[in-house]
C-alpha cells in the first residue's frame, strides 16, 4: 500500500501548495491513502469547514489537527459532521470529534489514521501512549487494518521517538507534527514501523515556522507587544513523508521524506519515482 502524510498546512501558500500538488502526486505516485495535518490551515490558527472539504476535494483521505483544533470556534459544530477530520485522541472525554477513523481505499483495504497529542512542553492532557494503545487495540493491523498511520503531534522530539519505539511492529506509520521543521530521520525501526520525528510543514519557508517574519523577529529582541503575526505569503513548499507498506504485514517497507517546493532541498520517493 501506498501512503503519504502531509505536514502541518500554514496557511494560504500551504493551502494552494497542495491543491496544486496533490492530485497530480496521487495520480503519479498511484496512492492508496493520503492524510493532511490542517491545525495551522486558516490564517495560521485552526481549520474552518471549507477549507477542510477543499482538503478531501483536492485528494486527502483525512485530516489531523493538534493544539491549535479549536481556533477556529466552527470546528467544535463540524467536526461532529465530518468523521474525517481528527481531534487528538488523548483529549479529555467529552470533546467534539473522534481521535481515530477507520478508512476504506479505492480498491476495497481498510486504513486505520490516529492522532495523538504528546504532553512534553504542551498542554496537560490525558495520557498519549495509553489513548493510542487503546485506539490500536481496538482496530488491530492484519486483524481489522490493512494499515495503520499515527500522527504525533508534539513538540519534544523524545516524546515522539518514545511513541515511536512503543508502536514499533503494530502500526505501519508514525510520524510527528507540529514543529514545522522537516527533519532528516525518516527510517524503517526494527519491528518494521516507518518513522519521521516531523514531516516539516506545508508553507512558505522564507518565514518564521510560517510567519512572516519581522514581527516573530521583534517579539524575540523587544519582548514588548506589537501587531498580530501574519502568515507570509510566499511560494509554498510541499513536505512531508512517503511510505509503501508490505501487502501481508501491513508493515513498512519503504520510506522516505517529501518536499518540493522553492526553498528546500527536493526530496521525492524513487521507489514510486521510477
Given at each position: 500500500?501506498?501512503?503519504?502524510?502531509?505536514?502541518?498546512?500554514?496557511?494560504?501558500?500551504?493551502?494552494?501548495?497542495?491543491?496544486?500538488?496533490?492530485?497530480?502526486?496521487?495520480?503519479?505516485?498511484?496512492?492508496?491513502?493520503?492524510?493532511?495535518?490542517?491545525?495551522?490551515?486558516?490564517g495560521g490558527f485552526g481549520?474552518?469547514?471549507?477549507?477542510?472539504?477543499?482538503?478531501?476535494?483536492?485528494?486527502?483521505?483525512?485530516?489531523t489537527l493538534g493544539n491549535?483544533?479549536?481556533?477556529?470556534?466552527?470546528?467544535?459544530?463540524?467536526?461532529?459532521?465530518?468523521?474525517?477530520?481528527?481531534?487528538?485522541?488523548?483529549?479529555?472525554?467529552?470533546?467534539?470529534?473522534?481521535?481515530?477513523?477507520?478508512?476504506?481505499?479505492?480498491?476495497?483495504?481498510?486504513?486505520?489514521?490516529?492522532?495523538?497529542?504528546?504532553?512534553?512542553?504542551m498542554d496537560a492532557l490525558?495520557?498519549?501512549?495509553?489513548?493510542?494503545?487503546?485506539?490500536?487495540?481496538?482496530?488491530?493491523?492484519?486483524?481489522?487494518?490493512?494499515?495503520?498511520?499515527?500522527?504525533?503531534?508534539?513538540?519534544?522530539?523524545?516524546?515522539?521517538?518514545?511513541?515511536?519505539?512503543?508502536?514499533?511492529?503494530?502500526?505501519?506509520?508514525?510520524?510527528?507534527?507540529?514543529?514545522?521543521?522537516?527533519?532528516?530521520?525518516?527510517?524503517?525501526?526494527?519491528?518494521?514501523?516507518?518513522?519521521?520525528?516531523?514531516?516539516?510543514?506545508?508553507?512558505?519557508?522564507?518565514?518564521?515556522?510560517?510567519?512572516?517574519?519581522?514581527?516573530?523577529?521583534?517579539?524575540?529582541?523587544?519582548?514588548?507587544?506589537?501587531?498580530?503575526?501574519?502568515?507570509?505569503?510566499?511560494?509554498?513548499?510541499?513536505?512531508?513523508?512517503?511510505?509503501?507498506?508490505?501487502?501481508?504485514?501491513?508493515?513498512?517497507?519503504?520510506?522516505?521524506?517529501?518536499?518540493?517546493?522553492?526553498?528546500?532541498?527536493?526530496?521525492?520517493?524513487?521507489?514510486?519515482?521510477?
Amino acid at each position: 500500500m501506498r501512503l503519504l502524510f502531509l505536514g502541518d498546512v500554514v496557511g494560504k501558500p500551504g493551502r494552494q501548495v497542495v491543491s496544486s500538488r496533490l492530485p497530480l502526486l496521487r495520480e503519479r505516485w498511484k496512492l492508496d491513502c493520503v492524510v493532511i495535518n490542517g491545525e495551522n490551515a486558516a490564517g495560521g490558527f485552526g481549520i474552518t469547514e471549507a477549507i477542510c472539504e477543499e482538503f478531501l476535494a483536492a485528494g486527502a483521505d483525512a485530516v489531523t489537527l493538534g493544539n491549535h483544533s479549536w481556533d477556529q470556534r466552527e470546528a467544535l459544530v463540524f467536526i461532529a459532521r465530518q468523521p474525517r477530520l481528527l481531534r487528538p485522541a488523548n483529549f479529555p472525554p467529552g470533546t467534539p470529534g473522534r481521535g481515530a477513523t477507520l478508512l476504506d481505499t479505492a480498491d476495497g483495504r481498510r486504513v486505520l489514521v490516529v492522532n495523538v497529542m504528546g504532553r512534553v512542553f504542551m498542554d496537560a492532557l490525558d495520557d498519549p501512549f495509553a489513548a493510542v494503545d487503546r485506539e490500536v487495540g481496538l482496530c488491530p493491523l492484519r486483524e481489522m487494518a490493512d494499515a495503520i498511520l499515527v500522527d504525533v503531534h508534539a513538540e519534544a522530539t523524545s516524546e515522539k521517538e518514545a511513541i515511536g519505539h512503543h508502536l514499533d511492529g503494530r502500526v505501519s506509520v508514525v510520524v510527528g507534527t507540529h514543529t514545522h521543521v522537516p527533519t532528516a530521520d525518516g527510517r524503517v525501526l526494527p519491528g518494521g514501523t516507518a518513522y519521521l520525528s516531523d514531516a516539516g510543514m506545508c508553507g512558505d519557508y522564507d518565514s518564521v515556522l510560517g510567519l512572516a517574519k519581522d514581527e516573530p523577529i521583534r517579539r524575540f529582541i523587544q519582548k514588548t507587544p506589537g501587531s498580530r503575526a501574519e502568515v507570509a505569503t510566499g511560494e509554498g513548499t510541499l513536505c512531508g513523508f512517503a511510505v509503501e507498506t508490505d501487502d501481508r504485514s501491513g508493515l513498512a517497507i519503504h520510506a522516505a521524506a517529501v518536499r518540493i517546493g522553492p526553498h528546500l532541498e527536493e526530496s521525492r520517493p524513487r521507489f514510486w519515482e521510477a
